[in-house]
């Protein structure tokens, strides 16, 4: 119950003051629980024109266990895995460092950040992060085209 | 108001975690877990403040402070500064009666009384002895609104609470429709509705992008040139159509994904990418019935290899425990012949040792004797002999 105060107390003040190129919402009125976020490519990055969307799950636990974070989008990402699953691998949305105290608005902003510069420490596709570091042109067209072919 | 409350809170009691504050509090007076003002503050060795019951939560769950992980155990866990309990409590908050009409706001602290013994909206229990209604306070006084009373118009029992609420459905009533204020009796009501012709209504194909909505007398007019009316069986075709064709592209798709590794190489580039991707695209699409049989033999194929390699794995694990038992055994058995060996030499040894030292005995003897009445030159002979036989001695030691 307390969970709930929480995230909707989180909502209205996202929406208060949302993100630049981060929208989000419910995906319905009566579950919490469930977040739609919306992700515009940030220009001057490969993913620049793109849409993208996401699932954001918060457990029955929060805010004692992290949320999850889902690109339903395909993205060509070193911290995104290229799977039906598409999970975004953030450093603060492992259980072992997450924190009560991170805020939802806070883990979208580092997603968000994320398009800008990823995170190849992070990564969980490891041949597309060793891509990013030594051949950035070849990573940056792969990019572009699937950002251009999924994300429109 | 509220027909029954639960019966057995006679009062309700205030959830101070669901108030509305009247001003939004500072930052500072949140607490990091349920971003709420606090609630019984209590302060950690590391000097972080939460709610009592937050606190105690998370501990529950892991032994670190919420805010910078450090170890934290329930006995670092005091009782805030009164300062901070003061500037919490002092917040000002609204009634959480506020909703059916309280516009009284006060202090935190001071709300639960306020709620308990002033407030007009607050639920309690009905004055008339045997009823266990709930009433509003401001309602209390009069007669107990939960008693039935028949219904002057259907004879009916109804309660004096629902009477209001009865009315608009009573069947010997009648109502006005919203749409076009004839009166129609209550039971009709609901057939009317589905054919009232000032009811304002949306095209037949608003679900496939027409905007128009008129009321319903009107709109046949309009359904007679609408576009997207004279195109709704195709589109609707098409609908269906690309619902079926996406289920088969999703079947399909995750064949190929048990197939051809969905991950491209990195060494292939960005033109080898694109190349799978179109591949996606163009193997929906293309997939005829012999390229589908084709794929699922491929995937009976490798299924079958895999079991076989499966299948000779485990032979190839069971052959290594066997040959370790056998090493093992073998390994046993010359263990054990090696100690009747060694007890064998052992005695031999011991045989030895003591023929040896009877033969010294006696030749000690022989040489002492003789040695006396002889020169020194045969002394030093009687001495070489000693040392010999100590000599050997030794050697039957060392074997």
Partial sequence: MAAVKRITRELA??????????????????????????????????????????????????????????????????????????????????????????KISQVLEMAAGLLNEPNVDDAVETSIADEYKNSPDSFEKTAREWTRQYAK | MAPSRSSKNSLQSVDLRALDYLTSPSANLLCPICHAPLITPVQTRCLHTFCSACISLSLERSLTCPVDRKPLNHDDVTPAPIMIANLVNDLVVLCPNREKGCTTSCARWLVESHVREDCEFAAIKCAKEGCDGMVERREAEGECVHEEVECAFCQGPIRKLDIEIHYKECP???????????????????????????????????HFGCSYSSRRSELDEHLSHCHFVALTPILQLHTERIETLELENKAVRQKLDLLVPPRPLPTQGSGANSSTANDYNSAGRDMTSEMQDYTYHLYSEYEQLRSDVERLNAQIRELDVKQDMARFNEGLRYNDEMAGVRAAINGLRMQLHWLVASRRETGAGGAGAAAGPRSIGGSSVGGDGRRMSVDSARQVVKL
């Fill in chain 1, 13 to 102: 003040e996202f929406s208060n003051n949302p993100l630049p190129g981060v929208s989000a919402g419910l995906v319905s009125e009566k579950d919490v629980f469930k977040w739609n976020v919306i992700l515009t490519g940030p220009k001057g990055s490969p993913y620049s024109g793109g849409v993208f969307t996401l699932n954001l799950n918060l457990p029955t636990e929060y805010p004692f266990k992290p949320p999850t974070l889902n690109f339903t989008t395909k993205i060509y990402h070193p911290n995104v895995s290229n799977d039906d699953k598409g999970s975004m691998c953030l450093g603060i949305l492992r259980s072992d460092s997450w924190k009560p105290s991170c």
């Fill in chain 2, 172 to 206: 010997k009533l009648s109502s006005d429709c919203r749409y076009c204020s004839k009166s129609f009796p209550n039971p009709e009501l609901g057939a009317h509705k589905l054919i009232c012709p000032d009811e304002v209504i949306d095209c037949a194909a608003s």
